[in-house]
């Protein structure tokens, strides 16, 4: 029989849209095709995969790699796939996974050459968005610092495209605490700020960006908070050459992203 809105399981599944509910159990949903086969390329991460009979069938290797890993492969009719899915349009697939958040000191004792930081970003877009770029950019750590958004918020885990998957995600209370870590660890801490005394033309050109870097990104409505701007090793501003009064976080993260990916290449 197909799992049903009303059967136990997809309820108790539902109840991970709720951030609590997810800091509870430590699970989450990684929703439609990509996110799952990204979630399952990761061994152990999923718990189970939700379905429908049409999507199962069109994604018949995705349902045979989890069932393979001993993952519960559960069919749902298609209000109950809608049930857990949140976008408008659902692709068929739910996968509930664990967390895959580790801790800060285990993150740096890989040694990563480029690390971002979401500091106080509450947007899932724009963090989803960062941490996408950062995976690309070949960034080794995301850490989400103070208060902000959950990266197992269903917008979040969207926007990252499989990233989330990708990279050390790294939750954190106290972003200065982050950054005196950051600096221990060996690498050069850079804030942005559109007010920033360092061009980053200017940085790249002079070879300082070749060095092991954390950059530190705030919202774009608040900015980064002063202490950390005044944590941080530089305040980088992105140049403007045209008009426009400022670019949005993701921009900014991905141009200040990819001038360390190339510098460090």
């Known amino acids: 029989m ?22 509870a159990t430590g699970r989450f949903l990684a929703e439609g095709p990509q996110a ?27 349902a045979a790699l989890a069932a393979g890993g001993d993952v519960p492969v559960s069919e749902v009719t298609e ?11 659902p692709q068929g697939l739910v996968a509930v996974c664990r967390h895959l958040d580790v801790p800060l000191d285990q993150a740096l004792a890989r040694t990563p050459r480029l690390v971002a930081v979401l500091a106080e970003i509450r947007d899932p877009g724009n963090a989803g968005t960062v941490l996408r770029t950062a995976d690309a950019a070949g ?15 269903g917008k979040c885990v969207r926007a990252s495209a499989g990233s989330l998957f990708h990279v050390d995600v790294v939750r954190s209370p106290d972003p200065v605490d982050v950054v005196a870590a950051l600096r221990q660890a060996g690498l050069t801490v850079l804030a942005t700020t559109g007010y920033g005394d360092d061009d980053l033309d200017d940085l790249a050109d002079a070879g300082r960006l070749a060095a092991p870097t954390a950059w530190l990104f705030g919202s774009e409505a608040h900015g980064l908070p002063r202490e950390l701007t005044e944590a941080a090793d530089a ?14 976080l ?16």
């Open 2 to 23: 197909l799992f049903t809105p009303r059967t136990p399981r997809v309820v108790a599944a539902r109840r991970l849209h709720r951030r609590r509910d997810r800091e």
């Open 36 to 62: 799952v086969r990204e979630a399952l390329a990761v061994p152990g991460v999923v718990t189970e995969l939700f379905g429908t009979p049409a999507a199962l069938d069109r994604h018949a290797a995705l």
């Open 79 to 89: 209000d109950g796939l809608a049930a857990l899915a949140e976008t408008v349009a």
């Open 139 to 153: 960034a080794g750590a995301v850490i989400f610092a103070g208060d902000a958004v959950d990266p197992y918020n």
């Open 235 to 248: 305040r980088v501003r992105v140049p403007l050459h045209g008009r426009a009064e400022s670019l949005n």
């Open 250 to 265: 993701a921009a900014a993260a991905a141009v200040c992203l990819y001038a360390s990916a190339r510098a460090q290449r």
